[in-house]
């Protein structure tokens, strides 16, 4: 069983008879003499999707909840459920596309490094790689010689996100992502 203070963003607890994941932990130190870090986590229920904050003190014992995550890749929308394919045996996973709002802003077609987190034998999220590409289709026209500048313009992605780009890059561009901060990396490198 691991402390409070060991858990890392993304990890899957079991907490008052729910799975939760922790999406956000912050860390603070009280002032006076009862020392000990807090650990503030934002944590979503697998199940319902609900949003729970919980404070923890660092020597708290938390249980690790009984999931696993599944090498996947996007396979097809059906209504408002997103399909999944398992990259290994091919097991479709469906999501309710509710469950998953803010990481389908993330995926198309050729996104890989996704994984399907399973608990018990349903499929409740999915966890995106560290980055994606994804293709620019709309942005104001780039500004030659603008490289070098620090301004930045917002970029309209294929899959509805928005985020600043620099000046110089062009709608139908392909860009990296980060997907923790929403944030333009660079260009993709072109294959």
Known sequence: MPKAS???????IEHNGKVLIVRDITRSVPQGRA???LYRMRLYDVVTGGKVDETFKAEDMLNFADL???PSMFSYIDGDQYVFMDNEDY???NLNKEAIADE???IDEDTQGISVIIVG??????TLPPSVELTITETDPSIKGASASARTKPA??????TIQV???ISTGDKVKVNTEERKFMGRADSK
């Open 91 to 93: 097991t479709p996973y």
């Open 166 to 168: 620099p000046e110089h």
């Open 121 to 126: 034998d349903a499929p409740v999220g999915i």
């Open 6 to 12: 060991e858990i890392k963003k993304n990890a899957a």
């Open 104 to 106: 389908v802003l993330f």
């Open 156 to 161: 309209l992605l294929s899959t509805g996100l």
């Open 68 to 70: 696993s995550r599944r």
């Open 35 to 37: 020392g000990g870090s």
